[in-house]
């Protein structure tokens, strides 16, 4: 059978300028004021910026970092970086200077673009001598070349790259929860397939409007913001700051929204800050004013467009995804992973009986569940391995299949469930295995709790640690009765086996972040160091009994 041949990113760009030059294609604000770009000026710039990398020697083959927040100049960086030939290799922007030195050396990188960034100073330590530095047009390091400069400077590249399917589209480094991080190969192939074919149930258009905040480095936003979003057409707005986010959102009025658990469970808790669960019940149980307060949650969310809501990247309790149903936004849940180069299986068209999946496997994905219980993938989708890792690829790629290293199960309907993670797994002191993910599921069926973490290795029971939501109040001032955890954890230990029931819940005092270093760049918790923080305090004796313990000092 003839392996499928995909457009390449260059091509669609083209086929876009042409097609509809004027076009708005990226809306970018500064200052509060929207800078626009159609797709004309972006494929001139696209060009000319291509032109400027051959002229300052960079070959085809060559790595080019990319490190800095979602912009206009990102996507054009990344599109010229394609059209001459060079391998680009985003880096998170909360990266460390560490990170970011390893990252540079491990894929011998030739030059870096940098551009907006909050703090400057792993940036500044973290870039080797030598190494050639491109400036955005924004709060950045002193650099060798400005882009803007370089664009104006230079005409339009001739001899566009033209490459094969198996070729390098591009170097991602995994966000890494324990070690460093990975750099896995994506190919042409790969990214053709996610743009197109994985994605055809979705039914994008150049009609639709997407908004792009989530790290491009990642692969849920480089696949179904930034790509999928160049293959069909559609226009990208961009977020200006964190403080501007709300309004950003409600201005470029997206027609599809993507986002992670973490996101999607701060907006539930900063609904229920504004109208408690009991008020919001009352309200949606009226007929002539449910609607008028779904209408005015998704007007302040920026969502009365959207037809599409989407969550991935980490798992979402489904008490969250059935919270958001009632309010008439429904989350289309998908599973990928980096080395699957964007989607796998989508729960989509939505199915509120399908709540607790993540669907069935999108076209030309295949899926199975090996004798121990671990998921396996195959498909156009799967990357060629990891960079200078040939152990580790030949033990994660056997036999034509991704071994993800996810646990999950296949119903009969052929939807996937992910039960946890092979390596989450956790023995307490009886012996007896535990996987956290379900356990926290049930927990999240509490709409207060934010953040969720069960651990258990050693101890007689498992344990929960928590964060709650503004909309429980301060922790300085919680109980057991406002925070509605003693009920919680009576209905959850009434569901599990006697192994795994939680002797408590431990409260903490602080949020985990991504600058507290307890949340990747793409929102997962970093489960290891979670456990690392709150050992000792979880494994204390609870000899009052207490269902809940708080964490003690003012917050």
Not at 96 to 122: C, F, M, N, Q, W
Not at 261 to 284: E, N, Y
Request: proline share 5%; charged share 20%; aromatic share 8%.
């Amino acid at each position: 059978m003839a392996e499928t041949t995909y457009a390449v990113p260059y091509e669609m760009l083209r086929q876009w300028a042409q097609k509809t030059p004027n076009k708005v294609y990226l809306r970018q604000p500064v200052n509060r004021v929207y800078r626009e770009k159609t797709w004309a000026q972006v494929h001139d710039e696209v060009l000319r910026l291509a032109s400027a990398f051959r002229a300052l020697g960079l070959k085809k083959g060559d790595v080019v970092a990319i490190l800095g927040k979602n912009t206009s100049e990102w996507f054009i960086a990344d599109f010229a970086c394609a059209a001459a030939g060079l391998i680009p290799a985003p880096i998170y922007f909360t990266a460390g200077a560490d990170t970011i030195r390893y990252v540079l050396e491990h894929s011998e990188a030739k030059a870096i673009i940098l551009g907006k960034l909050d703090d400057l100073k792993p940036a500044s330590e973290g870039i080797p001598e030598g190494i050639i530095t491109i400036a955005q047009p924004y709060k950045t390091l002193p650099c060798d070349h400005q882009m803007t400069d370089l664009i104006a400077k230079h005409g339009p590249l001739k001899d566009v790259n033209v490459p094969t399917m198996e070729d390098t589209f591009s170097l991602l480094y995994t966000s890494g929860t324990t070690g460093e991080p990975k750099g896995i190969v994506v190919t042409f192939r790969n990214i053709g397939y996610s743009s197109t074919t994985a994605v055809e149930a979705l039914k994008y258009t150049e009609h639709d409007r997407l908004i792009s905040y989530l790290p491009l480095a990642h692969i849920t936003e480089r696949a179904m913001v930034q790509h999928v979003g160049l293959y069909h057409g559609c226009s990208v707005a961009f977020v200006e700051s964190l403080e501007t986010f709300a309004e950003d959102v409600r201005n470029a009025a997206p027609t599809i929204f993507i986002s992670v658990p973490r996101l999607w469970m701060k907006f539930q808790s900063g609904i229920l800050a504004k109208m408690p669960q009991a008020k919001l019940d009352r309200l949606l149980r009226i007929p002539i004013l449910r609607s008028v307060v779904k209408n005015k949650i998704k007007t302040l969310l920026g969502f009365k467009n959207v037809r599409i809501a989407g969550s991935g990247a980490a798992p979402i309790s489904p008490a969250v995804l059935a919270w958001f149903a009632r309010l008439g936004i429904n989350i289309t849940e998908g599973f990928g992973m980096s080395e699957t180069s964007g989607l796998v299986t989508v729960n989509y068209p939505f199915q509120l009986s399908k709540i607790g999946t993540v669907g069935g496997p999108a076209k030309g994905a295949k899926i199975k569940i090996s004798e121990e219980g671990e998921l396996l993938v195959s498909g156009d989708c799967i990357v060629k391995g990891y960079y200078k890792a040939a152990e580790t690829t030949a033990a994660t790629f056997r036999d034509g299949w991704l071994h993800t290293g996810d646990m999950g199960e296949i119903d009969t309907d052929g939807c996937l469930k992910i039960t946890g993670r092979v390596k989450e797994l956790f023995k307490t002191a009886k012996g007896k295995y535990v996987a956290p993910v379900p356990i926290e599921s049930l927990i999240a069926e509490n709409p207060y709790v934010e953040q969720i973490c069960v651990m258990g290795s050693g101890l007689p029971q498992p344990v929960a640690v928590v964060v709650m939501g503004p909309g429980a109040g301060k922790v300085a001032q919680m109980s057991e009765e406002l925070t509605g955890l003693g009920e919680t954890l009576k209905k959850v230990n009434a569901r599990l086996e006697s192994h795994e029931k939680l002797s408590h819940f431990f409260v903490a005092r602080d949020p985990w972040t991504i600058e507290n270093g307890l949340l990747t760049p793409t929102m997962k918790t970093k489960r290891n160091l979670i456990e690392k923080k709150y050992k000792d305090v979880v494994a204390r004796p609870n000899s009052n009994g207490n269902a809940v313990v708080f964490e003690q000092g003012s917050s």
